[in-house]
């Protein structure tokens, strides 16, 4: 059986790594919210049209398809990406909730991104 490899952009921590991890993430959070700021998440996937806007990114975005996807989807306009970033999501929420959100929206985010 050969060794597996690992793939980029998808990192696996130990569970030494993670504790560690979790506390730094656990202590940014406080200090955050002590501040007045809330967390925020968006989702994982956004349209390949807007992860690609802003130039030379193709690299760095993982294209994901439904495994049983029906014909009309496979490969038209609503492919989706897995975000390399966390601005495209952010810009995308504050426009689907334009009037619902107080300015300065003071919010903190902190999830996983992927990259190729």
Known sequence: M???????????????QRMVEQFV???IRDTFELYGF???????VE?????LRKGETSKEVYVIRRLHADAE??????QLGLHFDLTVP??????E?????TFPFRRYQ?????RG
Request: charged residues 20%; hydrophobic residues 35%; aromatic residues 10%.
């Open 2 to 16: 050969s060794k597996p490899t690992p793939i980029s952009g998808f990192p696996e921590w130990t569970p030494g």
């Open 25 to 27: 993430l656990g202590k």
């Open 38 to 44: 809330a967390p925020l998440e968006t989702r994982a």
């Open 47 to 51: 349209p390949l049209d807007q992860l």
């Open 73 to 78: 989807g496979a490969g038209g306009d609503d």
């Open 90 to 95: 952010f810009a995308r929420y504050v426009l």
């Open 97 to 101: 909730n334009a009037g619902k959100l």
């Open 110 to 114: 902190i999830q996983k991104v992927w």
